[in-house]
């Protein structure tokens, strides 16, 4: 016997499959079915309710659990056999309390059964964990042929006394699927009756042309190597034990991805590889062009924007000296005074402390007004409007220059990040942005010539269109030798294009 085990989300797609096959046409093809805890054993009606009890445990999104037994043709099999081996299986995989239903099928030439089963207990909600499932079904399995007196099956995870652990067969069953939908032979079966003209290379060159004879190639993935046809994939060890990397390495020596043979691949294939080899090129230079035109667009807006905050902190500074000359006696002392305060309690503090104490910061002074050209009035009041102009045009002189640190500190990625503290910062900073602009200016500018040697985006993507649509199935395999994975991403699009404009869409 051999069981296939699965997971799924609805039990309706599960039941119409029991019911009426893969294709939905396939009436008549139940030979019995029995139910385990459910009080209906129809399939829509069964999975209707396992359904509405699967829904008490939200948290599980697959709660359909699918087992598929079959026996040989040869072995005699009864209803009561079949239901044997399946009671004892939910026995031993712990599901026994579940909703299960039983359905075997008599369309193929060997008996088999299903076993649908909610994986959410009835009574308690909980979901059944799978962990390892295929191990306790192989034991069950292969104890229940021997005890019944069928065919013996050697398994892979659990054998009886007397039984060896059975060769790994040349194709997988996912391999062999898709064998049944394209009628392809697996790639291994194609690679091991050629196994000996591969073995008489004797450098890692010739067997990559011997290879690539035959439509395939070698790929190193992880720790290993793969043979590709461009499409599929299998790795060296499987096709044959002296094909692993490391016997390779020790017969050929250390590996080197080489160059594929001209006469390996057609002209057709030569012809897409390069127009998709054309195509990928132009894009990288377009997006080239955008981030170096970025840079340059970035450089010019850093070296604008620092320039103005230099001559606004500038303007701004050079009128606080104005006032303070017209105010206080010795303003350099005053503005030293007003620079510290800054420093020690900040700008808005050091800004009021001026209004309102301008005396502080040095001897002011004396503010007379002439009347009739004649008398000269003492004018306090004077004063202490300057002294409120001070404090404003301090303020304003010290946002500036805190406004202009940080705008230099605002560097454009790339570009060396200057001190904070030191005294040239914005000589750095300007250097660093001119320098900046005119590598980018000179980047746009060879960028934009290599890119002219290319045909425009639409003329590249008709003539990728053109060469993909001239590719038969084998030449489109070998081209995807040539190629990386996103040049392969171009020829799938332009031929995904073809065939849009064939439907007429």
């Given amino acids: 016997m051999i069981a296939i085990a699965s997971s799924g989300r609805r039990f309706a797609k599960l039941a119409r499959y029991l019911e009426y096959g893969a294709d939905g046409k396939s009436y008549g093809r139940i030979e019995w079915a029995t139910a385990r805890n459910l009080i209906v054993d129809d399939p829509a009606m069964a999975a209707r309710v396992m359904q509405t009890t699967a829904a008490a445990n939200h948290r599980v999104t697959h709660p359909v659990y699918h087992v598929a037994v079959a026996f040989h043709p040869d072995d005699v099999v009864t209803r009561e056999t079949m239901e044997r081996v399946a009671d004892r299986l939910l026995r031993e995989l712990g599901l026994a309390e579940h909703l299960v239903l039983v359905v075997a099928h008599n369309d193929r030439p060997h008996a088999h059964m299903h076993l649908m089963i909610n994986r ?65 032979a697996p790639l291994l079966e194609q690679l091991r009756p050629r196994l000996p003209h591969y073995r008489a290379a004797t450098t890692w060159a010739e067997l990559e042309t011997r290879l690539a004879a035959d439509g395939f190639r070698l790929e190193r993935k992880g720790q290993g190597l793969v043979i590709t046809d461009g499409e599929r994939e299998v790795k060296a060890s499987r096709v044959a034990r002296d094909f692993s990397f490391a016997r390779l390495q020790e017969r050929l020596g250390s590996y080197e991805r080489q160059p594929l043979p001209p006469s390996a691949v ?190 425009a985006g639409p003329t590249l993507a008709r003539a990728l269109e053109a060469a993909a649509r001239a590719l038969t199935p084998p030449e489109f395999r070998r081209t995807l030798l040539w190629l990386t994975a996103p040049q392969i991403a171009l020829v799938r699009t332009a031929q995904e294009a073809v065939r849009h404009i064939a439907l007429g869409r």
């Fill in 120 to 184: 959410i207990h009835p009574e308690t909600g909980k979901a059944w964990d799978r962990w390892q499932d295929r191990v306790t079904t192989q034991r069950v399995l292969r104890e229940e042929e021997r005890a019944l007196g069928l065919r013996e099956v050697r398994g892979t995870l659990h054998q009886l006394s007397g039984q060896d652990v059975p060769e790994r067969t040349a194709a997988t069953r996912g391999e062999h699927r898709t064998t049944e939908r394209t009628g392809e």
């Fill in 266 to 455: 057609p002209d057709a294939a030569v012809h897409a590889a390069a127009q998709a080899k054309a195509t990928e090129r132009a894009a990288e230079l377009d997006r080239a062009v955008a981030r170096a035109t970025h840079d340059e667009k970035a450089a010019e807006k850093y070296l604008a924007g620092i320039t103005w905050a230099k001559n606004r902190a500038t303007t701004a500074g050079a009128e606080f000296d104005r006032i303070l000359a017209r105010l206080y006696v010795r303003p350099d002392d005053a503005r030293a005074l007003f620079d510290s305060a800054v420093r020690a309690v900040g700008r808005e503090a050091a800004a009021r402390d001026l209004r309102e104490r301008p005396r502080a910061y040095g001897p002011l002074r004396r503010q007379v007004r002439t009347v009739l050209g004649i008398v000269r009035v003492p004018k306090d009041q004077r004063g202490e409007a300057r002294a409120v102009q001070a404090a404003s045009a301090g303020r304003d002189a010290v946002k500036a220059a805190e406004q202009l640190r940080t705008r230099i500190m605002r560097m454009p990625p790339g570009m060396p990040q200057p001190n904070e503290g030191r005294t040239d910062a914005f000589v750095h900073a300007v250097s660093h942005a001119r320098t900046r602009l005119r590598y980018a200016q000179q980047r746009v500018t060879n960028l934009q010539r290599d890119r002219r040697a290319y045909p």
